[in-house]
């Protein structure tokens, strides 16, 4: 049973740190890419973040860029989204996604395979 688990959400004020994590079970982790994403009232799923099977490739959606970063630990199972000067406009659920393609990563919703239940992230003004 694949089943991935995404914690360290929570309520923030602006300009503040937030680390999420995602333990996956079930799955050969190390063969997965992996990536984050996240949904906001009355808006579509977006990619923020994904990572390459070894970590040696990552993408981020614009609006992130220099202020996310996405880590992983295959000892671990763990894949991490280090959010820093955050905003109101970061407020969303966000979602650990696990995805089987080998070479690429990709953005799309529907290239991953695997989902979490997401996590709260509440960023205050």
């Known amino acids: 049973q694949v089943q991935l688990v995404e914690s360290g959400g929570g309520l923030v004020q602006a300009g503040d740190s937030l680390r999420l994590s995602c333990a996956a079970s079930?799955?050969?982790?190390?063969?997965?890419?992996m990536g984050w994403f996240r949904q906001a009232p009355g808006k579509e799923r977006e990619f923020i973040a994904g990572i390459s099977w070894n970590g040696s490739r990552t993408s981020y959606t614009n609006s992130v860029k220099g202020r996310f970063t996405i880590s992983r630990d295959n000892a671990k199972n763990t894949v991490y989204l280090q959010m820093n000067s955050l905003k109101p406009e970061d407020t969303a659920v966000y979602y650990c996604?696990?995805?089987?393609?080998?070479?690429?990563?990709?953005?799309?919703?529907?290239?991953?395979?695997?989902w979490g239940q997401g996590t709260q992230v509440t960023v205050s003004s």
């Open positions: 996604a696990a995805d089987r393609s080998a070479v690429y990563i990709h953005s799309r919703v529907g290239d991953y395979d695997y």
């Open positions: 079930g799955l050969t982790f190390s063969s997965y890419m």
